[in-house]
């Protein structure tokens, strides 16, 4: 366990389905990230989360909706996703600037 | 605007021999930099990081980096290869922000012969 835990690890959704991922951390850290890495790509920056606010939206669809109720908790909703849009999809925390991240195991997403 | 390159793809060591998982980075200030690991279906994992102290890093798993100003270079070696070494490597460098962001590297594949 590093920390991070990420619910649930696998996940197969239709295209007209809607779900949540979820992410906790007890580590006391400020910020949370949610990325996604797609086979054979870099990781994608989604959005960031600093003190429960947002403060970047990478240009994301918005069938990706995030949620960040509190410093320990990130959600990101999930509604009428796209087959393209199966992927490994990581949270990570930090407690800010020079620090490194703390990730979660991910969640293993497929879209049919 | 920093950057991160890391220049193989792919490497393959055998068993027993050192590792060498070359990573360049681009910034306009004094970065932080950090290698990350990731096994297959798993998250990334913190090997070491670089936040101006000591220019050499050791980390988890016998890995070290040394930090190259005048190369704008950090790679990862490891003397001698372990057959559960193979993975995701991935070079990382800090933003200057709040938000503590980072930049990813593409990724270097290490597979390890028997």
């Known amino acids: 366990e590093t920390g991070v835990t990420q619910t649930p690890r696998h996940l197969v959704m239709g295209m007209t389905n809607k779900k949540s991922l979820k992410c906790e951390q007890h580590?006391?850290?400020?910020?949370m990230y949610w990325y996604k890495q797609s086979a054979k790509k870099p990781l994608e920056l989604m959005f960031v989360?600093?003190?429960?606010?947002?403060?970047e939206n990478n240009s994301v669809p918005s069938r990706f909706s995030p949620e960040c109720p509190n410093s320990s908790h990130l959600f990101l909703h999930l509604h009428t996703l796209q087959p393209e849009d199966s992927a490994l999809y990581l949270c990570?925390?930090?407690?800010?600037?020079?620090?490194?991240?703390?990730f979660g195991s991910g969640t293993r997403l497929t879209v049919v | 605007a920093q950057s991160v390159t890391q220049l193989d793809s792919h490497v393959s060591v055998s068993e027993g021999t050192p590792v060498l998982l070359r990573c360049n980075y681009s910034?306009?200030?004094?970065?932080?930099l950090f290698w990350y690991v990731q096994h297959p279906n798993k998250g990334l994992q913190l090997l070491l990081k670089?936040?101006?102290?000591?220019?050499l890093v050791k980390g988890i798993n016998g890995f070290e980096a040394e930090f190259k100003k005048s190369e704008t270079s950090f790679h990862l070696t490891k003397p001698s290869a372990h057959m559960s070494d193979a993975a995701e490597y991935f070079c990382?460098?800090?933003?200057?922000?709040?938000?503590?962001?980072?930049?990813f590297g593409q990724g270097t594949t290490l597979q390890v012969k028997p």
């Open positions: 989360y600093n003190f429960k606010e947002q403060t």
């Open positions: 990382v460098v800090s933003v200057s922000s709040n938000t503590g962001k980072l930049i």
């Open positions: 670089y936040t101006s102290a000591a220019t």
């Open positions: 580590l006391g850290h400020n910020a």
């Open positions: 990570a925390s930090s407690p800010g600037q020079g620090s490194g991240y703390t």
């Open positions: 910034s306009s200030y004094s970065p932080s």
